[in-house]
T-cell receptor
Framework: GENVEQHPSTLSVQEGDSAVIKCTYSDSASNYFPWYKQELGKRPQLIIDIRSNVGEKKDQRIAVTLNKTAKHFSLHITETQPEDSAVYFCAASRGANSGGSNYKLTFGKGTLLTVNP | EPEVTQTPSHQVTQMGQEVILRCVPISNHLYFYWYRQILGQKVEFLVSFYNNEISEKSEIFDDQFSVERPDGSNFTLKIRSTKLEDSAMYFC???????????FGPGTRLLVL
């Protein structure tokens, strides 16, 4: 089955700096890669996702890059703010075009991001 | 904006007791999921459900677990005889047939004593 590795497990940055979180996956048939933000005691919230037919996607201060050959994808947050502090999870899944229609998510272990004011 | 809801938010039970966790997915969604998150660990897939049947389940989802959609709105996870290691946050998620995005509920924190 799919295995997703995520690094680092903790990341501390100064407000205004950039933060980068990296994930690797093992199943070459995975084709959908969402990133979720989870604040303490709250539900995971989707912040950005990318599909395997795209190498990069950007949404304001957040961007995700995907390298299918190397099977890794990364989350980039620029101009970090204290409210960006949370646990970030990457995930991978197979979709309808990849031998599965289920889209079950396999998550990484999470990165605790702390943005210091 | 519609959200997935879950009840109860917290449940404490004795080992060996049955628990039922309830979820109300977003109304036009057709795919439903249960995940669990043991404290401090990653979110793990338990089961997916579509068209009134299980479409996939993980090795965690053994005979002690079952899911049901008893009516048009609820989606439940039952644990027949809880064990200490079932203590975790249980998240329900749903998605429509038009996109991959799964929307998560707020979770039920289950504590087995």
């Amino acid at each position: 089955g799919e295995n997703v590795e995520q690094h680092p497990s903790t990341l501390s940055v100064q407000e205004g700096d950039s933060a980068v979180i990296k994930c690797t996956y093992s199943d070459s048939a995975s084709n959908y890669f969402p990133w979720y933000k989870q604040e303490l005691g709250k539900r995971p919230q989707l912040i950005i996702d990318i599909r395997s037919n795209v190498g990069e996607k950007k949404d304001q201060r957040i961007a995700v890059t995907l390298n299918k050959t190397a099977k890794h994808f990364s989350l980039h947050i620029t101009e970090t703010q204290p409210e960006d502090s949370a646990v970030y999870f990457c995930a991978a899944s197979r979709g309808a075009n990849s031998g599965g229609s289920n889209y079950k998510l396999t998550f990484g272990k999470g990165t605790l991001l702390t943005v210091n004011p | 904006e519609p959200e997935v809801t879950q009840t109860p938010s917290h449940q404490v039970t004795q080992m060996g007791q049955e628990v039922i966790l309830r979820c109300v997915p977003i109304s036009n969604h057709l795919y439903f999921y249960w995940y669990r998150q043991i404290l401090g660990q990653k979110v793990e897939f338990l089961v997916s459900f579509y068209n009134n049947e299980i479409s996939e389940k993980s090795e965690i989802f053994d005979d002690q677990f079952s899911v049901e959609r008893p009516d048009g709105s609820n989606f439940t996870l039952k644990i027949r005889s809880t064990k200490l290691e079932d203590s975790a946050m249980y998240f329900c998620a749903s998605r429509s047939d038009r996109q991959e995005t799964q929307y998560f509920g707020p979770g039920t924190r289950l504590l087995v004593l």
